[in-house]
């Protein structure tokens, strides 16, 4: 069961601004990774299960985040169905971003208040998962589509909360046009957890990198 509801997690995308997101099959190694991004200060993570028994390291992962890391919520990341999702909310997953737009995920997760974050990529997509009950959109890809989609969306829609995920790197001037193109958050995934942090296991630099990235967050934002 989850932690958190899905307000509280819409809360704290809000308050800190960045989702980082990462998948390895070694449960230490991701131990190390969470930690390194708890203590830069990041309070979401989001696991993308894209391997074989992902679950497994999964529900690994969340009992450590439960056990040693208070006030972190993680998630669940490259859900392509409503049985996936259900599997990973039974282990405690605090949140459900799928690639695409999928009502029977929507049902499923709805059912639990458990926050869900579909892959979007026109007015339409983002009108019909706000209907469903959506609280904040995945722009995805997003470097298909840039900043300016953001501001074009936000205009008539002011209500309308988004995070892109992909072409969002660790630049000030990137980070920048994302939030003042009117930006909930941002997901970060290679970009911040980079190969080569995890082939080194530099989880200093990795800690250091989510600290300073969380710092310009709060810069561009002008707070």
């Avoid at 639990?112 to 007015?123: A, E, I, N, T």
């Avoid at 909930?184 to 942090?197: E, P, Q």
Wanted: hydrophobic share 40%; net charge neutral.
């Amino acid at each position: 069961m989850s932690q958190f509801s899905r307000i509280e997690v819409a809360s704290l995308m809000k308050e800190t601004g960045l989702v980082p997101l990462f998948y390895h099959p070694d449960i230490d190694l991701g131990k190390n990774i969470l930690k390194a991004c708890y203590d830069g200060g990041a309070r979401l993570i989001e696991f993308t299960a894209r391997g074989d028994f992902a679950h497994e390291v999964f529900a690994e992962l969340n009992k450590f985040i439960i056990q040693e890391l208070p006030g972190m919520a993680m998630g669940v990341g490259s859900i392509t169905d409503s049985a996936a999702a259900s599997l990973y909310m039974q282990m405690g997953a605090n949140f459900v971003v799928t690639p695409s737009l999928r009502e029977d995920i929507a049902i499923v997760c709805n059912r639990r208040k458990v926050l869900w974050s579909p892959g979007c990529g026109s007015v339409t997509e983002i009108n019909k998962a706000e209907e469903m009950g959506c609280e904040i959109i995945k722009l995805f890809p997003g470097a298909n589509f840039g900043p300016n989609f953001i501001k074009a969306i936000k205009g008539p829609q002011p209500w309308t909360s988004i995070m892109p995920t992909g072409g969002v790197t660790l630049e000030e001037s990137n980070l920048r046009a994302w939030f003042n193109a009117g930006a909930t958050c941002v997901g970060m995934g290679s970009n911040l957890i980079s190969k080569s942090v995890l082939v080194n296991k530099d989880y200093q630099g990795l800690e250091n990198t989510v600290k300073q990235t969380l710092a310009l967050i709060k810069k561009v934002r002008g707070s």
